[in-house]
């Protein structure tokens, strides 16, 4: 057992950005090796003050009481309460992963055990592509106690974990010692009652208990929960000018309500957001802008259906979306990474490009008259190795839109010049971008007339901006937050 309350998390080294480095043509895999931290950044990181957290609109209400159903787990060591806990959390979102496995992870130790710094990015490397992410929680009160775990439990069907001080649990009256950390799992709640129902995964003492919230409450580690949130930027895109006010909007998945929203530039706030999807998208994924490619003058929006992998075209409008046409029939759940590209092979139409899981090509789809074209390679073995992909204007000077992507071994962000139907030698922008998410191109949002980029920092859901430069991007600056869930 081990404290599991929270300790400070290191910001990534993303600030100003030019182009440095090189690398081999059209591979994603084979790439010089990575520069000291900040190397390759120019100007100061940005010290802006954090914008006030966003007010959003509340998710559907719980229900009185909620049980998810949960197979328990015992920890096969003594310090492998956070792994065993963060297992059976885990298991809620259908994913399955040892106790054994999280802990080589997160590091555990065999005599100190595991801190919330070290599991929380690997919760996250979990959760975050499903659209959800864990934060850490204040609940030492009844109330926020059970607002928390009926969020989670009634609302996201998801078990979240919390750190306690395991003598003062009921069922360990006999323990000795003060202060001794330990980690839990959260399945369930009575709220006429005032209980909540828990795993402990002890191996001597643990199983299923139910607990009263206050008791729960006055237990638990200064923000000892990882609370599991549905992100509200699942899926966000750019679709140019839906408005009519001159700058580029944004669209966006509710992962707790399922619901499309609107995000108007320049800011993106929430306050001002306008639901264009009443609910189902959490059913699609990759969605991403593609340009007008149903040459009514409005941006387009792409996504893909998970349940028979067709693709689909939504038609853009003045604040909402047309009827959908199909533009890609099964398999599309094969490929990874869809982004728009603007026009990489000289027809005067937007692009598409797209990784395909099974090998780690690269594909290049040409846009046409609402559909796409037979694809091209661009890119051989290794893009499963790269994320965050992300069509660009031009920022290396050669006429062509280019594309960003970061390599997940290490965080580091390339730049691959676009060329005839192709991509050319990548280089490097800067490193430090592990933590962010949701990677767009804006139009320009800051007023200097060149086009900007947009990311959320996974850590703290606060969204940030680079503005453009004509051969990269400036030190970024605080948006909006709230991007990492809803207020409750």
Known sequence: MKSFGRRMLPIGSVAALILTGGGLTGT????????????????????????????VAAPAAAPASAKLSLKGQRQKTNMNCVPTSSSMSLSTFGVNVSQDTLAKQMGTSATKGTTGAQARPVLNSYAEPLGYSYGYADVSTASS????????????????????????????????????????????????????????????????????ASALAADSQPNGMFLVTGRTDVGLS??????????????????ATGKLWLY??????????????????????ELTGIGDLTGDGRSDLIAAQKSDGTLWLYPGGDSRLGTRIKIGNGGWTGMAELTGIGDLTGDGRSDLIAAQKSDGTLWLYPGGDSRLGTRIKIGNSGWTGMEKLVGVTDIT?????????????????????????????PKQLGSGWGDIRSLTLTGDITGDGVNDLIGVQGSTGVMYVYAGRATGYAARQALTSGWNGSAR
Do not use: C
Not at 37 to 44: E, W
Not at 49 to 55: F, G
Not at 242 to 255: E, I, L
């Open 264 to 285: 108007p530039g320049p800011t993106f706030a929430a306050t001002s957001r306008k639901a264009i999807g009443l609910s189902g998208w959490t059913g699609m994924a």
């Open 28 to 55: 994603a895999d084979a790439a010089p090796a990575p520069p000291k931290p900040g190397a390759n950044l120019v100007g100061p990181s940005a010290k802006t003050a954090m914008a006030p957290r966003v007010s």
């Open 145 to 212: 106690m059970m607002t928390e775990v009926s969020y989670d439990v009634g609302v996201l069907k998801r078990a979240p974990t919390l750190g306690v001080w395991a003598e003062k649990l009921p069922w360990n009256s006999k323990m000795t010692g003060t202060k001794v950390g330990h980690a839990i799992v959260l399945y369930g709640y009575d709220r006429s009652a005032g209980t909540i129902t828990v795993y402990d995964p002890s191996s001597i003492t643990g199983g299923t208990h139910t607990i009263a």
């Open 397 to 425: 000077g050669d006429g062509k839109p280019d594309l960003l992507a970061v390599r997940k071994s290490d965080g580091i962000l390339r730049v691959y010049p676009g060329g005839k139907s192709s991509l050319a030698t």
């Open 238 to 255: 750019t679709l140019g000018d839906q408005t009519g006010d001159g700058t580029a909007d944004a669209v966006a998945v509710d992962q």
